[in-house]
């Protein structure tokens, strides 16, 4: 079905509100709905759950050009240009709602298979390709690099900053480089055993 652009935005903002003004796990449907001026009816035609609209409206916050853009930007070590895309997301988890909804899909997701599918299909595998797609193009282009699987890179960025959101621990550019680092090691360690 054809949604209307400006319905879905309305939407999509709507969630984003409620969620900086009484949290993620206090925002239901029914008032994304109200605040949107929106049916009910018309948010579950388009997401088939609360998760579901949640991880788009976390995609559409956390934009994948702007990550891939402050990667490039400082990409003299693999380290560097992940450290840089950390940093990047870090300030998207202060300056919009995504952390807030991250952590609260996580939690629930512990509680309730649905949501950790809508989790895992769209954040987790339909998100991976933003780190492994850089750290693959990193290192062939960098070949003195050795070998690095660009698979566990992400697989350890994606637990570091879960349970470091989480755990409400701080979110900084000395952690960015902390987890940067982290990573490309296990990822060395792992080379030769691309998932």
């Known amino acids: ?14 969630a984003g509100r409620l969620v900086v003004a009484q949290g993620y796990h206090s ?3 029914d008032a994304v709905a109200a ?6 009816q018309t948010i579950y035609r388009w997401w088939p759950s609360k998760a579901d609209l949640f991880v788009e409206v ?11 853009k402050a990667f490039h930007r400082h990409e003299a ?10 940093e990047q997301l870090f300030r998207f988890y202060e300056t919009t709602p995504a952390g807030r909804i991250l952590s609260g899909l996580i939690g629930e997701a512990a509680q309730n298979e649905p949501i950790r599918n809508a989790l895992r299909t769209g954040l987790v595998i339909g998100r991976a390709p933003i780190v492994v797609d850089l750290v ?3 290192i062939a282009v960098n070949t003195g690099q050795g070998a690095v699987s660009a698979v566990v ?10 349970k470091r959101l989480v755990m409400h621990e701080v979110l900084d550019s000395d952690a960015a ?4 680092c982290l990573a490309v090691a296990a990822g060395r360690d792992g080379g030769g055993r691309e998932r």
């Open 177 to 180: 480089h902390e987890i940067a």
């Open 27 to 29: 925002t239901s449907i």
């Open 1 to 14: 079905m054809r949604r209307s652009v400006t319905k879905h935005r309305a939407i999509l903002d709507a």
């Open 136 to 138: 693959s193009a990193f």
């Open 58 to 68: 976390y995609d559409d916050l956390v934009d994948r050009d702007v990550l891939a």
């Open 35 to 40: 605040e949107a001026g929106s049916g009910k």
């Open 153 to 162: 890179v992400n697989e350890m960025i994606v637990a570091l900053v879960w």
């Open 77 to 86: 070590s693999l380290e560097a240009g992940l450290t840089a895309l950390l």
